[in-house]
């Protein structure tokens, strides 16, 4: 069964936005911080955000505070990820990942690029063309 479903990527513009949605039918908030990183050929894998109930706190990687913002809608199991202003430097596939609270801190420096030792879904393309 997969757990993470992840929607929303496409074609956009330097400067567009797009919101990546998650559906998460697996991990629960109270368990597991949830989040997302990407993937892009030739580039090291790079954790973009992550989100903690339990610790009340989200973390973003350097290169996209300020433009990017996690979200969730706990009681419809949703995740999302606003991406304003994007570069082509985000172009990639994203991943919605979830890692248990015990073994990530979300808000440790770095936290988001210990998601993807967790769960992960599919993914979703995203393109910013320049």
């Known amino acids: 069964e997969v757990l993470l479903v992840e929607s929303g990527g496409g074609l956009v513009q330097t400067g567009g936005s797009l919101r990546l949605s998650c559906a998460n039918s697996?991990?629960?908030?109270?368990?597991?911080?949830l989040g997302w990183f990407r993937q892009a050929p030739g580039k090291e894998r790079e954790g973009v955000s992550c989100?903690?109930?339990?610790?009340?706190?989200?973390n973003y990687a350097d290169s996209v505070k300020g433009r990017f913002t996690i979200t969730s809608d706990v009681a419809k199991n949703l995740v999302y990820l606003q991406m304003n202003n994007l570069k082509p430097e985000d172009t990639g596939v994203y991943h919605c990942?979830?890692?248990?609270?015990?073994?990530?801190?979300?808000?440790?420096?770095?936290?988001?690029?210990?998601?993807?030792?967790?769960?992960w879904g599919e993914g979703t393309q995203v393109d910013v063309s320049s």
């Open positions: 989100l903690s109930k339990h610790e009340g706190s989200t």
């Open positions: 990942a979830a890692r248990s609270r015990y073994n990530l801190r979300c808000s440790e420096d770095g936290g988001p690029d210990g998601l993807f030792l967790g769960y």
């Open positions: 697996g991990f629960s908030f109270d368990d597991y911080v």
